[in-house]
Each structure stands twice: as C-alpha cells, then as structure tokens.
C-alpha cells in the first residue's frame, strides 16, 4: 500500500518562501507531482519530477518561482515555493506515479496515489 502525507503547509504573505515535504511509503520507484486546487477552481497541475530527479518539470504559472526536488533515502519530496503570491494559495497534493517512474509527470491526470493535501494561503 503506498501512502502520502503532505506537511509544512501555513498562512504566507506575499513575497514569501515555504517548502512542503511529502513523504512516501510502500513504494521506492516512482515518479511524484505536486498539484493544487484552489478554492472553486479545478485541480491544476504544478510540478513533477521522475524518479531520480534528474527530470522535472513545471507548469508555467510556477516556472522560475518553484522548485521540485526529492531525497529518496528519505522517500520524501519536496516542494520548494518562492516569491509566493495570493493566486497561489490552494490545497497543495503530492502524488506517485509508479507505471512510469523514469518519466517527470507533466500533468496529474495519470497519477496512482495520492496525498490529503496541505493548505497553503498566501495573503497580506
């Protein structure tokens, strides 16, 4: 069973840095993806990154601004976000795509698993 818990989560002002962690269970080759849905809006796509982080990829509302990366000795991926600005609050979710994991997910429609979430809110 491979399971995903998201943390680090947190009320931002505009301009700030947070780094989300997701660690992973039950599975050691995977690809992951971070997504997010705001409030009334559908789930979007942020970020992905195969299975030895050396291929990620970003949606463009975050290119420049986030960084994917991931330890796997700690089975963790992380979410780094900079310069975080109010469009960016949303429910942030981390998921595992074991059926192609040499592949950095550019969407979120064929992932496997999936996290709870941890909210993310970005206001002066």
């Known amino acids: 069973q491979v399971q995903l818990v998201e943390s680090g989560g947190g009320l931002m002002q505009p301009g700030d840095s947070l780094r989300l962690s997701c660690v992973v269970s039950?599975?050691?080759?995977?690809?992951a993806a971070w997504s997010r849905q705001a409030p009334g809006k559908e789930r979007e796509f942020v970020a992905g990154?195969?299975?030895?982080?050396?291929?990620?990829s970003y949606a463009d509302s975050v290119k420049g601004r986030f960084t994917i990366s991931r330890d796997n000795a700690k089975n963790t991926v992380y979410l780094q976000m900079n310069s975080l600005k109010p469009e960016d609050t949303a429910v942030y979710y981390c998921?595992?795509?074991?059926?192609?994991?040499?592949?950095?997910?550019?969407?979120?429609?064929?992932?496997?698993?999936w996290g709870k979430g941890t909210l993310v809110t970005v206001s002066s």
């Open positions: 998921a595992a795509d074991i059926n192609a994991p040499r592949s950095a997910p550019m969407s979120s429609d064929d992932m496997d698993y």
């Open positions: 039950g599975r050691t080759l995977y690809a």
């Open positions: 990154i195969n299975w030895n982080g050396g291929r990620t």
